[in-house]
């Protein structure tokens, strides 16, 4: 899989439920296959005829034309750094060629194997929509469970590699965007609280392991040992729901003790987004997220936050890299280095996206 390939398909472009905070949701299930040894400690003759059954189960779906099947080491490098800012692969995945990755077409549905787990099933939406990604999951894995045996113990439930992910299998996720939280002294809190309870809150890194971008995190379930799989998604979606609802608040209060702050802050980064030439990652995650502040606010007009939602995947090193790399767009030839380039193509990126911005001023 290529680069180009990778970058086919965007759920990330739709519209979804609560996308004022929430900006997407994951769902996935860990299972591993009867008799054979975890992939800690499998041996490549075993994890060879792994590969062989999953992907043979995935062609025995109905409409199989739709799934990728990819062995690691074939999967160029830009192409796992795509897929490892979607939140498809880890940015360090070894590439043994007896690992695996599959991508439906639509983009919506992904599976490693033989990666932490002999299989990690997951779905992807935009918005909060844990639920329809459950589904889209389950469907697929109790067609696959015709072929496969999955390893579970009665009264327990399946066996994974990580004891946290035993049980159901399930890990729930949103990506979440906190800006007023953020500029209300209010997150450390609302981390603390989370964390009381159970859940993992952190930032939220693309595909760069060192650097948190800006105030997006993400929310996810501690364990998946303690109840069953509905009952878990039900406990991610209250929680996901107070994480917006808090967000919300925080937005409400900020603007109305201290208006001018914010519509400075909105104003500045639209003014920076239209018409800067070079703009970092960092700094274009920054504009982004005091946009859609702004966008929630109502303080700018001119596009959706489905439409910052996208950009936020789309301005990314190795989205940006992939644009550059196909050499349909034209550069000015005074921009030079690999870093340039891509500073420069990012402006423009985020300039097409909001060419009809325009500022809301309060009478």
């Not at 992907?55 to 990728?68: I, V």
């Not at 939140?87 to 033989?114: C, E, F, L």
């Not at 069953?228 to 925080?250: N, T, W």
């Not at 003014?271 to 030439?277: I, T, V």
């Amino acid at each position: 899989m290529t680069g180009r390939e990778a970058t086919a398909n965007a759920w990330y472009t739709e519209d979804g439920p609560d996308n004022d905070v929430i900006l997407s949701s994951r769902v996935r299930v860990a299972r591993n296959l009867a008799g054979f040894p975890f992939p800690a400690a499998i041996k490549s003759d075993d994890a060879e005829s792994i590969l062989s059954l999953v992907f043979d189960a995935f062609n025995q779906l109905e409409n199989p034309e739709r799934f990728q099947l990819v062995r690691m080491a074939d999967l160029d490098i830009l192409g796992r750094r795509i897929l490892s800012e979607r939140g498809v692969i880890s940015p360090g995945v070894g590439n043994d060629p007896w690992r695996g990755i599959v991508i439906r077409n639509d983009g919506i549905v992904s599976a490693t194997i033989n990666v932490d787990d002999h299989l990690r099933l997951a779905a992807f939406s935009s918005g909060l929509a844990l639920f329809p990604c459950a589904r889209t999951v389950s469907e697929i894995e109790r067609a696959m469970e015709s072929r496969l045996q999955f390893s579970a113990q009665a009264g327990f439930g399946y066996l994974t590699a990580n004891l946290l992910d035993a049980g159901s299998g399930l890990k729930a996720s949103v990506l979440a965007c906190l800006p007023s939280l953020c500029m209300g002294g209010l997150l450390d809190r609302v981390i603390r609280e989370y964390l009381g309870q159970g859940f993992i809150i952190r930032g939220y890194y693309g595909s760069d392991a060192g650097t948190s971008l800006g105030c997006l995190y993400q929310l996810s379930n501690g364990s998946s040992a303690s109840g069953d799989a509905e009952s878990q998604l039900a406990q991610m979606e209250r929680a996901a729901v107070g994480l917006a609802e808090l967000e919300r608040k925080a937005r409400r209060e900020v603007f109305a003790t201290m208006p001018l702050t914010v519509e400075d802050s909105v104003f500045r980064a639209i003014a920076a987004a239209k018409y800067a030439r070079f703009i970092p990652l960092p700094e274009a995650v920054d504009l982004i997220q005091r946009i859609k502040l702004g966008l929630t606010l109502g303080l700018v007009t001119g596009f959706g936050h489905k439409d910052l939602t996208a950009l936020l995947y789309r301005i990314q090193s190795a989205h940006i890299g992939f644009v550059i790399s196909g050499g349909d767009v034209t550069i000015e030839e005074d921009v030079r280095t690999e870093d340039a380039k891509a500073d420069r193509l990012r402006a423009m990126v985020i300039q097409e996206v909001l060419k009809a911005a325009d500022i809301r001023e309060r009478r």
